[in-house]
């Protein structure tokens, strides 16, 4: 099983934009998940959609280029790690999202997991796309 999703998008809007996007929590909160969530390493922040809460610390914050904070789906001990990377270009933004750490769950549920995992952060592109399309 592959151990890191990885995913590349890039968004025709300024680096600050998006980084404002992914760390600001009124901003999480407007377009993602629920958040408490402030982009300090140390933060130890709780999102929370319906009944699922994911917590996690922040462990690199450089603003505008890199924000990395580990992350535990409530109901599980396991801890993965989301990275986002941003790169400035020409007429926009390159978004590099990478979640790792998936072979730490059961064997039953790492598959299911990573998957889950998969799906979601496909979701989480199109609707970063939207809501700043939207600003």
């Known amino acids: 099983m592959k151990d890191i999703i990885k995913k590349e998008q890039f968004y025709q ?17 407007k377009w993602f998940i629920q958040a408490d969530f402030k982009a300090e390493v140390g933060y130890r922040y709780t999102f929370t959609y319906e009944q699922t809460k994911v917590t996690g610390e922040v462990l690199e914050a450089d603003p505008v280029y890199n924000l990395v904070y580990t992350w535990v789906v409530g109901g599980t001990t396991t801890i993965t790690t ?54």
Request: glycine residues 8%; proline residues 3%; charged residues 25%.
């Open 13 to 29: 809007f300024p680096i600050s934009d998006i980084w404002k996007a992914i760390s600001e929590q009124e901003e999480i909160s």
């Open 82 to 135: 989301v990275r986002w990377s941003l790169k400035e270009q020409e007429n926009g933004t390159m978004l590099t999202i990478e979640h790792s750490g998936f072979e730490g769950y059961p064997k039953e549920s790492a598959v299911a997991m990573f998957s889950s995992s998969v799906q979601g952060w496909d979701a989480v592109c199109k609707e970063l796309q939207h809501y700043l399309g939207e600003q």
